[in-house]
Nanobody, 120 residues
Framework: QVQLVESGGGLVQPGGSLRLSCAAS????????MDWYRQAPGKQRDKVAT???????NYADSVKGRFTISRDNAKITVYLQMNSLKPEDTAVYYC??????????????WGQGTQVTVSS
């Protein structure tokens, strides 16, 4: 089993910044990818950013140039630095990790979600 604990959400004014963290624990052998998703009320959950095991990153067009995904392999933690936040960034943000357990089974785990609200 893999557990993901998210932190860093909150209320911020437009133009402000937040940094989300997602720490993983469990019998992890390797991680294929680490992703951040978000879901606004009444909308589907969309991928925001991805970082692969090789460090390659990809972003949704709506956040390019404003958000940065990074990872700390030693801490098995993925971060999302969010700058120049806009009201339309308001959503619950979820981390997602895919990888392999020490048992050679693949896993696909989600964090509990953290609320980000951008409002004046």
């Amino acid at each position: 089993q893999v557990q993901l604990v998210e932190s860093g959400g909150g209320l911020v004014q437009p133009g402000g910044s937040l940094r989300l963290s997602c720490a993983a624990s469990g019998s992890i052998f390797s991680i294929y990818s680490m992703d951040w998703y978000r879901q606004a009320p009444g909308k589907q959950r969309d991928k925001v950013a991805t970082i692969t095991s090789g460090g390659k990153t990809n972003y949704a067009d709506s956040v390019k140039g404003r958000f940065t995904i990074s990872r700390d392999n030693a801490k098995i933690t993925v971060y999302l630095q969010m700058n120049s936040l806009k009201p339309e960034d308001t959503a619950v943000y979820y981390c997602n990790l895919k990888g392999m357990l020490v048992t050679n089974d693949n896993f696909d785990s989600w964090g509990q979600g953290t609320q980000v609200t951008v409002s004046s």
